[in-house]
């Protein structure tokens, strides 16, 4: 007999709260026809004894876009996203699927990547595949599933022979199996070797130029920032700010970052502003005018030849939001 894992029996028999909704995305001075939200949540919170992991989250997800949840470990986003699939309950809060309560429908259009799921042993992939399917009234195109995920020459190969990343392929296929029109992604990229991440990222791309919506949770600021149209972060069980990615660095910054080693400073730089961080080895200085931080630190580095200049990224936006490393 397969024994099922118990988060996949959770969420196929556990309801969600109501819900509603449509709205249009923020403007840019073009006017856009209002975007259907695939998914609500109104302030949801989540109370174990002497911790409130999730404290009155909200947010809006319209239809066809990846939007990235983000935060460091004990920030409350994968607990905010075990509510909305149904895995956890909430203590309050609602849920809403396409503008009514998220129950059975959303169950049977819903599916899920979990952070860590135990795949049967003794059984092949496309076997996996097959049960998975089984469970579900609406079914993928089984053919166009392993096309889609790469797993043709993979299919006669037990579960436990799969490399990271090809496990990895086939549990995004087992959330397919159901012709999902939302899609969770639960840090599906920790601990694969940076080409698997790539090809990965390449997947979800395909995936979503379908149409299926994806919700990602993440701790890679570069896959939220390749992926991701829209991005909430989280922190303290809170959304801290939300937003599409290149917006809010936008609104945050006017400026550019110089980074030089710390064994390379030479001299104080008080009057300048920065910021070291010393687990990486760096020195950070934020300026609008490159030319004249460089004839400034030129007297107080020790050259200049690993001096490298950027713009802002989203690991800088959090760190300047919440004092402390996304990957803390």
């Known amino acids: 007999m397969v024994e099922m894992p118990a988060k996949y029996i959770r969420f196929l028999f556990f309801a969600l709260c109501p819900g509603r909704g449509t709205l249009a995305r923020p403007t840019d001075g073009v006017t856009r026809k209002p975007m259907q939200i695939a998914l609500e949540a109104r302030k ?21 876009i990846c939007f990235g949840l983000l935060g460091p470990n004990g920030a409350g986003k994968t607990t905010t996203v075990e509510i909305i699939e149904g895995v956890t309950p909430a203590t309050s809060g609602e849920v809403y699927y396409f503008g009514e309560p998220a129950g059975r429908r959303f169950r049977e259009e819903a599916g899920i990547q979990f952070q860590s799921t135990a795949l049967q042993d003794h059984i092949t992939v496309h076997e996996t595949l097959q049960m998975f399917r089984s469970l579900y009234d609406r079914r993928a195109n089984l053919p166009h599933i392993i096309e889609e995920c790469s797993l043709g020459d993979l299919l006669d190969r037990d579960n436990r022979k799969l490399s990271g990343g090809q496990r990895q392929r086939l ?35 395909r995936i979503r130029a379908d149409g299926t919506t994806i919700i990602l949770t993440t701790h890679y600021m570069d896959e939220a920032q390749v992926l991701c149209d829209e991005i909430a ?96």
């Open 44 to 64: 949801l919170v989540k109370q174990y004894p002497g911790v409130l992991a999730v404290d009155g989250v909200s947010f809006e997800v319209p239809q066809g």
């Open 233 to 328: 972060i989280m922190d303290g069980g809170r959304i801290i700010t939300h937003g599409d990615p290149e917006g809010l660095l936008r609104r945050q910054y006017r400026n550019v970052i110089i980074e030089l080693p710390l064994e390379d400073v030479a001299g104080e730089l008080d009057d300048i502003e920065h910021r070291r961080l010393e687990t990486q080895g760096i020195v950070e200085i934020t300026t609008d005018d490159v030319a004249d931080s460089l004839r400034i630190l030129e007297s107080r580095v020790h050259g200049l030849n690993r001096l490298k200049i950027r713009q802002p990224n989203l690991e800088d936006l959090f760190l300047d939001l919440t004092g402390h490393s996304l990957r803390a």
């Open 171 to 205: 549990l995004l296929a087992v959330a397919l199996v159901n012709r999902p029109r939302v899609v969770f992604l639960d840090e599906p990229t920790t601990g694969l070797d940076p080409q698997a991440r790539r090809n990965f990222w390449d997947l979800v791309n």
